[in-house]
């Protein structure tokens, strides 16, 4: 079986699904290490692979992106861009595009340097590396290295033809659409973003590895052989780009325990004030928006008196304290996986795992998107007939009763369980064993297209490995 080595940014809604691969690989009979910032080196240890400790960007997260300990401009970009969100989705992707050098490409220098020897010491057979790593993606592209790629949000995510730019949705959910005047200032950023930075991947390729292939485009650079996507392979998604075999796995969670003693007692008492229990979580940087997090509590408590409410509320919890009572838990962070089987529904901020952890529990949801690839997943949502999308700047307590209320009704719920026991099969395992077919079938196809090349030059630096 193979020798894998698994590059992860240092955020833990990359890692954490992330690890659970590198747990299935394992459980596959693959000899596997997990390569991320020494903070998560747990993960690795939770999935049976070996640990190297390797930062590809400077930016961090490790549960709570508030609490996390950065550098002082790590965490006044992470200030910037929290206000943003409260000025809609143009000013927050705007705000992200300008940030994406520093957040992105801080060092690609020290990455290179710190793959080439981790490559030269572990000889692995090939690497798995996230989507959004692009300084790692860059450097495995100058080494001559296999890789296989991971999706870790929507599928946008990899380009799927010249007119898709990184940062720009493709579509947008009703409730948060911007006016065409708004999204032009959007679309000139994230093409000068583009031609930026395929000119510095360009330039960084040709000064490592002059004979090596150029890189084009930078947000494109992705893997020749196979592409695994944390996400369904929902019909209306743009079709991929031609070459890497592409998996959809869905939800990227591992074995899931059962809830532990206290959240059971927690839920119980819940159910005994309340016919049903709604959990509202945004993410481990979103959870700093508690603006949003009081109105959609407040809406709960104020106008449905049948129901209960969890709250994640991360560094906020104590600013929320005041909420917590009999129909209340407001927490920092809560066993979500664990906890969407026994909730009615979920109010999320339309991330990728949120959305696809509701979807493998058949939970409908309500979903108030802010950044990121969010409006793309939350118009997933919405055309899937499984969640309800509304603005969480507009959002107003009263509004709360009726959109929760649209999201638990018959259709939704039903649409929601159907598509749980549709996607019921897919996963890391699934992942896993198809991953290393494609991997090794790119092996085989190299090896005989080297053995046919003439002339030393002939892709020398793209071999397989032979350990």
Not at 171 to 179: I, K, L, S
Not at 220 to 238: C, D, G, N, Q, R
Not at 253 to 270: F, I, N, S
Not at 281 to 299: E, I, M, P
């Amino acid at each position: 079986m193979p020798r894998i080595v698994i590059v992860s940014p240092p955020f833990h809604s990359h890692a954490a699904p992330l690890s659970a691969l590198a747990a299935a690989l394992a459980a596959d009979g693959a000899e596997v290490f997990f390569a991320c910032a020494p903070a998560f080196e747990p993960l690795a240890d939770r999935a049976g692979a070996g640990f190297v400790p390797l930062t590809v960007t400077r930016n961090a997260n490790t549960g709570v992106a508030e609490r996390t300990d950065q550098a002082a401009r790590e965490a006044a970009r992470l200030g910037e861009f929290l206000t943003a969100t409260r000025h809609g989705p143009v000013e927050t992707l705007l705000t992200q595009a300008r940030h994406r050098r520093a957040d992105m490409l801080a060092d690609p220098e020290g990455v290179y340097e710190d793959l080439r020897e981790l490559d030269r010491r572990l000889r692995p057979d090939w690497y798995v590396v996230d989507q959004l790593a692009y300084a790692a993606t860059l450097a495995l592209h100058c080494l001559g290295v296999p890789y296989a790629s991971y999706c870790p949000g929507h599928p946008s995510y990899v380009l799927s033809g010249p007119e898709a730019f990184f940062g720009l949705p493709r579509d947008w959910p009703d409730a948060v659409r911007p006016a065409p005047s708004r999204l032009a200032a959007l679309d000139t950023a994230v093409r000068d973003n583009d031609r930026a930075f395929t000119g510095l991947f360009a330039a960084f390729a040709r000064d490592r590895t002059p004979p090596a292939p150029a890189p084009g485009r930078a947000f494109a650079l992705t893997s020749a052989h196979a592409v695994v996507y944390a996400y369904p392979a929902l019909p209306w998604l743009p079709a991929r780009p031609g070459g890497p075999v592409h998996l959809f796995a869905g939800h990227m969670a591992g074995a899931d325990g059962p809830l532990d003693a206290d959240w059971t007692r927690r839920v119980k008492e819940l159910r005994e004030r309340a016919e049903r229990v709604v959990l509202v979580a945004f993410g481990t940087f979103l959870s700093a928006r508690d603006d949003v997090l009081r109105t959609v509590v407040s809406g709960v408590l104020d106008g449905m008196d049948d129901t209960a409410v969890v709250v994640a509320a991360g560094a906020r919890a104590d600013a929320l304290a005041d909420l917590a009572g009999d129909r209340a838990v407001v927490v920092p962070a809560v066993p979500q996986r664990q906890l969407l089987p026994h909730v009615d529904a979920m109010v999320h901020h339309g991330g990728a795992n949120s959305f696809t952890e509701c979807l493998r529990a058949g939970v409908p949801a309500l979903v108030l998107p802010m950044s990121s690839d969010q409006f793309s997943v939350a118009r997933d949502a919405e055309r899937a007939g499984v969640g309800v999308v509304r603005d969480p700047n507009a959002l107003r307590a009263p509004d709360v009763m009726d959109a929760l209320a649209e999201a638990m009704e018959g259709p939704v719920r039903r649409r929601a369980s159907r598509m749980a026991r549709d996607l019921r099969r897919y996963g890391p395992a699934w992942a896993a064993g198809r991953l290393v077919a494609a991997m090794e079938k790119a092996a085989g196809t190299a090896g005989e297209a080297a053995g046919e090349a003439t002339g030393e030059a002939a892709g020398e630096a793209r071999r397989p490995r032979s350990r």
